[in-house]
């Protein structure tokens, strides 16, 4: 039996999921609140992490190693770099980077430490199984390149500096956290974010108006996929 942990980094985030699931037990530890439920024949795991990519990890891991969670999804919302996404936008990564990790000052490329690596490649299988449910729910959702840092990006420079350096499509502050927890773990892993702004000078503003329908939207398409686990 699968057991799935799904984490958001905001409570905004989750709560679609919470308001969905009924029967929720809540259990506390290390500061922070897990929601188990059992659905469609999964146990699943319900937590938002707080903001960055310190408790990002630290609720992926605890997921995965105290809740034996098997597998993981996340949804929440992201700023668009690609001029193609547009508030509201869903995204999946087919591969997250952290754009911040920075030991150039040692001649290594910017996203990279010894023994690590750049990018961190999303499970396909749970990609695939997204692509079914969008073309099975036309829904348009992009795939791309996610970059994460430690910091919520409302610049041109930076927006400019995340897409030279990586390519990157979208960018927000947990997913490649994530990601390096579960591909050290061997945790098939999924990351699905839908546009809350474009991380320019008005980023601060359009985060607060559309956090919500963006968190609503992802977390929405997430169900329709949990739906076929
Ligand atoms: N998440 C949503 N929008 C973001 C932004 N502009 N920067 C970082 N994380 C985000």
């Known amino acids: 039996?699968?057991?799935?942990?799904?984490?958001?980094?905001?409570?905004?985030?989750i709560e679609p999921l919470l308001s969905y699931f009924d029967n929720i037990k809540i259990t506390n530890y290390a500061d922070n609140k897990y929601y188990e439920?059992?659905?469609?024949?999964?146990?699943?795991?319900?937590?938002?992490?707080?903001?960055?990519?310190?408790?990002?990890?630290?609720?992926?891991?605890?997921?995965?190693?105290?809740?034996?969670?098997?597998?993981?999804?996340?949804?929440?919302?992201?700023?668009g770099i690609n001029p193609s996404l547009k508030i509201g936008d869903l995204i999946i990564a087919d591969k997250l980077c952290q754009h911040d990790l920075d030991i150039t000052a040692f001649g290594h490329p910017n996203g990279y430490v010894p023994g690590g690596k750049i990018f961190v490649e999303?499970?396909?299988?749970?990609?695939?199984?997204?692509?079914?449910?969008?073309?099975?729910?036309?829904?348009?959702?992009?795939?791309?390149?996610?970059?994460?840092?430690?910091?919520?990006?409302?610049?041109?420079?930076?927006?400019?500096?995340?897409?030279?350096?990586?390519?990157?499509?979208?960018?927000?502050?947990?997913?490649?956290?994530?990601?390096?927890?579960?591909d050290s773990l061997n945790i098939p892993f999924f990351i699905l974010r839908a546009i809350s702004d474009v991380a320019d000078m008005d980023a601060g503003f359009d985060f607060d108006e559309f956090l919500k329908?963006?968190?609503?939207?992802?977390?929405?398409?997430?169900?329709?996929?949990?739906e076929q686990l």
């Open 1 to 13: 039996m699968t057991k799935l942990a799904i984490m958001g980094a905001m409570e905004e985030e």
């Open 37 to 79: 439920v059992n659905y469609n024949g999964l146990e699943i795991v319900i937590a938002y992490s707080k903001i960055g990519k310190v408790f990002a990890s630290l609720t992926a891991s605890t997921m995965i190693q105290k809740f034996g969670c098997d597998t993981l999804l996340f949804s929440g919302v992201a700023g």
């Open 122 to 182: 999303t499970s396909n299988e749970l990609r695939e199984v997204a692509k079914k449910v969008a073309q099975e729910n036309k829904l348009d959702v992009f795939e791309g390149i996610i970059a994460t840092g430690d910091q919520f990006v409302h610049s041109k420079e930076r927006k400019e500096f995340v897409q030279e350096k990586f390519n990157a499509d979208a960018l927000e502050m947990e997913g490649a956290s994530v990601a390096v927890i579960c």
């Open 213 to 226: 329908s963006s968190a609503k939207n992802s977390a929405n398409f997430l169900i329709k996929i949990v």
